[in-house]
């Protein structure tokens, strides 16, 4: 059964540990040895006369403390836990942003939506990978990398036009933020289905996009 972190307790027996208490750089570390996923570290929160505000500096920034710190972030990403792990040592409080075209793609949906997609796959008995909840009420399925590729024509097919639907695919240029990254005052990302020995392969874009289009369809 599909499980959200915090809000209904988990029924996977082989879970990796929970992420509660662990400190950014763990988490990143762990993110680069366990999973193989390339990470780097982005902005993070500084208090302002007790306000928490974005390292950028932009008092007004849409993503505060979760968005890349410098335009060449993509030759920074890493896949070695040991660059990590030196990475977050210079700056603990780092966001941990995850590269998307690479070891994964990422198919990006609302928060409404993506809650229904989860309803419909269960009951199709759809196998997935790992999906991330953001405080900016945003789902992120974890799927094969070039859905970003495939997904435009694949919609298509299912009668919509791209356009007409509220649903993306990340690929090469792009990232999405790591549990357990914080958004400013707005909270955390967190696991909507979190990574499990289970689901270290992958769907393919095509597996989830029926249920992922019709919940798109229906939230409009």
Known sequence: M?????????????????????????TAVRYAEERHWDVFPGTWLEA????????CGDATCPAPGAHAARPDWASQATGSATVARRMWQK????????????????ISVPETAGFLALARMERMELSLGPVTLTPDRRMHFFVLPGASVKVPELVRKLGWSVGSLDLVALGEGAYVAGPPTRFGSRGAVQWAC???PANRWLPDAE????????????DR
């Open 2 to 26: 599909f499980s959200v972190e915090e809000t209904i307790p988990a029924t996977e027996a082989a879970q990796i540990p929970k992420q509660r208490g662990e400190t950014l750089l763990e």
């Open 48 to 55: 302002v006369d007790g306000v928490q505000l974005c390292s």
């Open 91 to 106: 700056q603990p409080n780092a966001s941990i942003l995850l590269p998307t075209g690479r070891t994964f793609d990422a």
């Open 194 to 196: 979190r990574p499990t």
């Open 207 to 218: 597996e989830l996009i029926s249920p992922l289009a019709y919940a798109c369809g229906r």
